[in-house]
């Protein structure tokens, strides 16, 4: 059974640092990783999707990266803002078209 | 392109009634996949729609059932409703594979009492 894990739970920065999100997971046969941001009482924003074959995306101040063998995927958020106060979460899909989430990282950046 | 919608985006019910939700995908997505997400357990897989069939079912009892219509728009039931079934529930669609970006709609946030 697959299950993905990430550290840390919480987060807390001033505003401007550089910040990097990891995700762990147990299963390696994925079809994909996909990390999203919830903010409160919201649904889920897409931000990025890395396919099983790419090591990494990047979008605007975004880049994610993903070790299959290894089981790991790292979200490193560049120059962060106090917009970007969300939870992160990750997710990875395997074969039955379903995602599996990790409990996600509460990130607040102070002003 | 419009987003996924989900309707209604709050309900208060007792326990023992029923609810249905409803969710329209982007248009031209024909995926359509559920999730129920609580602060115990996390997000997790209700069950999964492409064409009018449900291609995969979490780990939930059969009182969570769902459906999708020609049109692609789905909808879940979810009967004799339990405390534990207060939660927000998140529709998401995707390309026809099931398998590219998921985009979630806002959800519907299901009180029991």
């Known amino acids: 059974k697959q299950e993905v894990t990430q550290i840390p739970a919480a987060l807390s920065v001033p505003e401007g640092e550089n910040l990097v999100l990891n995700c762990s997971f147990t299963d390696s046969a994925i079809y994909n990783l996909q990390w999203f941001r919830q903010d409160p009482g919201k649904g889920l924003t897409s931000l990025l999707l890395?396919?099983?074959?790419?090591r990494e995306q990047t979008s605007g101040r975004l880049n994610a990266s993903l070790d299959k063998s290894s089981g790991r995927s790292t979200l490193y958020i560049a120059a962060s803002q106090p917009g970007d106060s969300a939870t992160y979460l990750c997710a990875v899909m395997a074969s039955a078209r379903q995602l599996t989430f990790g409990s996600g990282t509460q990130l607040t950046v102070l002003p | 392109k419009a987003g996924v919608t989900q309707t209604p985006r709050y309900l208060i019910k007792t326990r023992g009634q029923q609810v249905t939700l409803s969710c329209s995908p982007i248009?031209?997505?024909?995926?359509v996949s559920w999730y129920q997400q609580t602060p115990g357990q996390g997000l997790q897989f209700l069950f999964e729609?492409?064409?009018?069939?449900?291609?995969n079912k979490g780990n939930f009892p059969g009182r969570f059932s769902g459906r999708q219509f020609s049109n692609s728009r789905s909808e879940m039931n979810v009967s004799t409703l339990e405390l534990g079934d207060s939660a927000l529930y998140l529709c998401?669609?995707?390309?026809?594979?099931?398998?590219?970006?998921?985009?979630f709609g806002p959800g519907t946030r299901l009180t029991v009492l």
């Open positions: 998401a669609s995707s390309g026809p594979r099931g398998l590219d970006t998921q985009y």
């Open positions: 729609y492409f064409s009018e069939t449900q291609r």
């Open positions: 890395i396919q099983s074959s790419q």
């Open positions: 248009s031209g997505h024909r995926s």
